[in-house]
């Protein structure tokens, strides 16, 4: 079979998995065996850090390598991708690569004429589907699924309570594929596995035509609605039942990803594949767990959760395999984001990043290969949770190698915070009134930072005006 000095490409993302909620990372509950084997051949990130603590900013991160403030992708279920941003699609297209998307998109709606998920039909703006970024195949939601029988409305309570509708009722949210046409065959069981039945098909006529392949498998899986089959159910019969949907829903994707394995290896593509995996955030949960809820996720003891910039919010579990280059197992303890993805696939093919615009993700095959190298420049933050108090819930952040630095940029600097990760990762003790000269050189980090996002997102990266569809306000936290 084919061998190329271009490796073949597969980002991964689950959606909603904790910190805590894999073997490779000390969870001592869900069985992840496959993803533990993977974790266990290629490299392990200790501090990996999705881009954002929410899903969309985090897929922005991934395919475009820059912050999300750029582009006016602040939230979930805010603006879209604009198609003046440079994906890694299009840069693996213009390599003769074949590429496919997979799963949850998140990036805009996929359909002007009807109402689809969250935002479909609302708002022709809002059109942003992966074919308009250069993926050739595509089977995609816009927004969540259940992750059993993905179209049919489940009898589970939502997150805040109410359940999600009447069960049994169509869900409302579609596959579509690259045509613009809904998918209506081969929908039931499990939503991770119809995924992976897509990309199978993907990477075997991929294999077949002796073309490399880019393919972005995003799961739905552990997101609300929260639901598994009964196989899964019965791997844990000492647990309560939102316990088992929780975990079920998570071994049946873990099964998943054995299967890719599997397909690689047999296929002939292991050797020469650069895999990918991780979360787009923390657990859901913003609170303690209750009865009744099956948003079960665990952050491994590390604080906050998901729509928090503390490590429980942001930091997420990690791999990546490339047997052809890293043959030794490692494991990273440098900071990575999923603003590296980026960068560092173009290295792995041997091109250069885009040019003409910043690009807030790094190269970090080298810290792969050699552990001991530290990370040049910090990771930056910006996100307002609006339903929170802005002093309990940091603005922005920066992920340094030694040291985590939170604030608000407020002119008064009181609630700034400082956090010493190589001895407290659960971020507990506060140093910033011992470190002054940090504080300073964080803050006005920060500050250049924001002040080149709000050149970005005016326009001035790209050739054309652009609508960012949603306005780049002045907010809590904000300083001019």
Avoid at 61 to 75: A, E, P, V, W
Avoid at 79 to 94: D, H, N, S, W
């Amino acid at each position: 079979m084919r061998m190329t000095e271009q490796p073949n490409i597969i980002l991964v993302m689950c959606d909603d998995l904790g910190f805590g909620d894999v073997g490779f990372n000390g969870g001592p509950t869900i069985q992840t065996p496959c993803l533990d084997k993977l974790a266990g051949e290629g490299i392990r990130f200790e501090r990996y850090y999705a881009g954002g603590p929410v899903c969309s900013p985090t897929r922005g991160t991934c395919l475009t390598g820059r912050h999300y403030t750029r582009y006016g992708i602040n939230h979930a279920n805010q603006g879209r991708l604009p198609t003046q941003e440079i994906t890694l699609a299009t840069l693996c297209k213009e390599q003769g690569y074949a590429t496919g998307h997979f799963g949850k998109w998140h990036l805009g709606t996929l359909t002007t004429e009807e109402g689809d998920g969250n935002r479909g039909g609302s708002d022709p703006r809002l059109f942003s589907p992966p074919w308009v970024h250069d993926f050739d195949r595509c089977f995609s939601t816009e927004s969540k699924v259940p992750t059993w029988d993905p179209m049919r409305t489940p009898d589970e309570q939502g997150p805040r309570g109410p359940r999600w509708g009447e069960p049994g009722t169509p869900f409302g949210t579609h596959y579509w594929n690259e045509q613009g046409e809904q998918v209506q065959d081969n929908l039931e069981g499990c939503d991770s596995a119809r995924i992976l039945d897509r990309a199978e098909l993907f990477i075997r006529e991929s294999v077949e035509a002796e073309k490399p392949f880019f393919s972005v498998i995003w799961f739905h899986a552990p997101h609300t609605p929260v639901v598994a089959g009964p196989e899964w159910r019965a791997l844990y019969p000492e647990a309560t039942e939102d316990e088992q949907h929780y975990y079920g829903c998570v071994s049946a994707m873990d099964a998943q990803m054995g299967r890719l394995d599997e397909l690689l290896e047999k296929l002939g593509q292991a050797e020469n594949t650069l895999l990918w995996f991780c979360s787009d955030n923390g657990p859901e949960g913003g609170g303690e767990i209750r009865e009744g809820n099956r948003n079960q996720g665990s952050t491994g003891g590390l604080r906050g959760r998901k729509r928090s910039l503390y490590d429980g919010g942001v930091g997420v579990p990690a791999l990546c395999r490339w047997p052809a280059r890293f043959s030794q197992p490692q494991t990273v303890t440098a900071p990575c984001s999923t603003l590296d993805l980026l960068p560092s696939c173009c290295a792995a093919m041997g091109i250069d990043v885009p040019w003409g615009r910043p690009i807030d993700g790094i190269d970090i095959l080298p810290m792969m290969e050699d552990p001991v190298i530290p990370r040049p420049r910090p990771i930056p933050y910006r996100f307002l949770e609006q339903k929170s108090n802005m002093f309990d819930a940091p603005t922005f952040a920066l992920m340094d190698n030694r040291w985590k630095f939170l604030s608000n940029l407020d002119p008064e600097e009181a609630h700034d915070q400082l956090y010493d990760m190589e001895s407290d990762r659960e971020e507990r003790h506060n140093l910033i009134a011992a470190y002054p000269d940090l504080q300073k050189k964080y803050r006005n980090h920060l500050e250049r930072f924001m002040a080149s996002c709000r050149s970005s997102h005016s326009g001035a990266d790209y050739e054309e005006e652009v609508d960012m569809v949603t306005a780049f306000q002045e907010t809590r936290g904000w300083r001019d």
